[in-house]
């Protein structure tokens, strides 16, 4: 299967820490992307990140791709009460579907 | 743009009955994909389309479920007839095709189905 696999299943922490969530993958991509998903909604897009890209910033967000490894990072720093809710990637090989990892529940305790 | 849209937001039928769930991809987009979301399973692609056409299908669990796209702004995704293992949180997202590459998908606010 190409899904992703989202590490750690859960994280919390404090307000103010960095949150780390990881994800691997099995065939080679063209692009990887993180999204979010807040309680009983739908998944709203983060970032992009193709395979000729290492890193990626986005506002308090740091993408990190290792085609090489087959991995990806998703970094949020100086996290927010309001960033709670689940992660997750997505990659995108040869055809035009996205195959969506498990997901990271985040929770940040204010 | 309003987005994704979805209707019911929330759907309650008894086993054995037609459901009927509703999509409105984001006008322009040519690509739109049903996803169905539960616990055990997490996120599964069911089907997409690329301009009204059906691509792929293999995620369709059985041939109870039935999608249709019958133009460019209208999809439904149809159940007949229902289960009780068919309850799940049911999304429609679209995304357009720029270059050698789909862009992002973006996503509608599902529709909560519960089968008793």
């Known amino acids: 299967s190409q899904q992703g696999e989202e590490d750690p299943q859960a994280l919390s922490i404090q307000e103010g820490e960095n949150a780390t969530m990881n994800c691997s993958y099995k065939?080679?991509?063209?692009?990887l992307q993180w999204y979010r998903q807040n309680s009983g909604r739908g998944l709203v897009h983060l970032i992009l990140?193709?395979?000729?890209?290492r890193e990626k910033h986005s506002g308090r967000l740091r993408v990190t791709l290792d085609t090489s490894k087959k991995s990806s990072s998703l970094l949020i720093t100086a996290s927010r009460a309001a960033d709670t809710a689940s992660y997750f990637c997505?990659?995108?090989?040869?055809?035009?579907?996205?195959?969506f990892g498990t997901g990271t529940r985040l929770t940040v305790i204010p | 743009d309003a987005g994704v849209i979805q209707s019911p937001r929330h759907e309650v039928t008894e086993m054995g009955q037609e459901v009927t769930l509703r999509c409105k991809p984001i006008?322009?987009?040519?690509?739109l994909f049903w996803y169905r979301q539960t616990m055990m399973r997490g996120l599964e692609l069911l089907i997409y389309?690329?301009?009204?056409?059906?691509?792929?299908d293999s995620g369709m669990p059985e041939d109870r479920f039935s999608a249709k796209m019958p133009n460019a702004s209208f999809s439904t995704l149809k159940i007949q007839p229902s289960e009780p293992r068919d309850s799940a949180v049911y999304f429609c997202?679209?995304?357009?095709?720029?270059?050698?590459?789909?862009?992002?998908?973006?996503f509608g606010p599902g529709t909560r189905l519960l089968v008793l």
């Open positions: 997202a679209s995304s357009y095709h720029r270059g050698e590459y789909q862009e992002t998908q973006y």
């Open positions: 065939t080679s991509i063209n692009n």
């Open positions: 990140i193709r395979s000729n890209e």
């Open positions: 997505a990659t995108q090989a040869g055809a035009n579907n996205l195959f």
């Open positions: 006008s322009g987009h040519d690509y």
């Open positions: 389309f690329n301009n009204n056409v059906p691509i792929d």
